[in-house]
């Protein structure tokens, strides 16, 4: 695993895109980090983000086709049935899948694509793509935080839900060692600063 500092971004290559696939617990903060991601400087509008698929019901502010596609437990089976998803897993009873068309779509055109995905999904993605997919890990400060992070989070969430997911946590925090890249979440500015490096850093490799 790797922290790296920002580099200059190089010319467009005509080579394929890359695939940008960030991990961590829930409430480690990586959504946010993704969305700070695509609109920081020098990569804004050069990052397409993958929107994901879901059966899970649309929280309070989340717009359909934007923030995921949701569809039903039968639209997802059809999708997985026609060869249409990438990726999937099940999570606290709902699924979440990566449609394959539109990132095929994307690398094919030389362009680079950012998403979020689970451990198990973002090693599949390494192992179908493994010149193309860069695996970056978003670790909390410790746990204790991120126990904090997930109560203000889910102040409305059973108290059982909760340690479900501090559960799942300290599995996936045991898969980071196979990430190429590894950054803890203490100071948002910071993260993005970070992640922004890796993101210029493995474009100017792929344009040389």
């Known amino acids: 695993m790797r922290i790296t500092n920002s580099s200059k971004l190089q010319a467009p290559s005509s080579k394929k895109g890359l695939i940008f696939v960030i991990s961590g617990p829930s409430g480690s903060g990586k959504s946010t980090l993704l969305v700070r991601l695509v609109n920081s400087r020098g ?12 059966t899970r019901p649309r929280r309070s502010g989340e717009i359909n086709k934007k923030d995921y596609f949701f ?7 059809e999708k997985r049935k026609a060869n249409k998803i990438l990726e999937w897993t099940k999570y606290l009873g709902y699924y979440y899948a990566t449609p394959r068309d539109f990132l095929e779509r994307q690398i094919q055109r030389g362009l680079d694509v950012v998403m979020c995905l689970d451990v198990k999904g ?7 793509y493994p010149k193309n997919t860069v695996t970056i890990f978003v670790l909390p400060p410790s746990l204790s935080v991120l126990r904090s ?18 559960e799942l946590a300290n599995e996936e925090l045991e898969a980071a060692k196979k990430y190429d890249y590894c950054i803890v979440n203490r100071k948002l500015d910071e993260a993005v600063r970070k992640l922004r490096g890796i993101a210029l850093k493995e474009k100017s490799k792929r344009n040389k």
């Open 122 to 128: 973002a090693l599949r993605a390494k192992r179908l």
């Open 71 to 77: 569809v039903s437990q039968r639209q997802f089976r």
């Open 43 to 54: 990569l804004k509008h050069q990052l397409a983000r993958s929107i994901s698929c879901t």
């Open 149 to 166: 992070r997930l109560r203000k989070r889910c102040n409305k969430t059973k108290k059982e839900e909760i340690l479900k997911r501090l």
